[in-house]
């Protein structure tokens, strides 16, 4: 795994707060994160109706998107 760049915000006592990273690394994150949560889905519902990979796509992209 590679390291992730990031820079650390500090309050007033030098505490750290906050994390800052590039957008790119952002990006990687939030795909790797959907990924795993389509595959969670997917393993929840093998019990259920199988989709076919286009059908799995699809029903995907009605998924409301975390904010």
Not at 25 to 39: G, Q
Not at 44 to 60: H, I, P, T, V
């Amino acid at each position: 795994m590679e390291p992730i760049p990031r820079e650390y915000i500090f309050d007033e006592n030098n505490r750290k707060i906050a994390v800052q990273i590039d957008i790119q690394t952002f990006e990687k994150i939030e795909v790797i994160l959907e990924d795993y949560a389509l595959e969670q889905l997917i393993i929840k519902n093998e019990k259920g109706q199988a989709f076919d990979l286009f059908e799995a796509e699809s029903f995907y992209k009605t998924l409301e998107k975390a904010k």
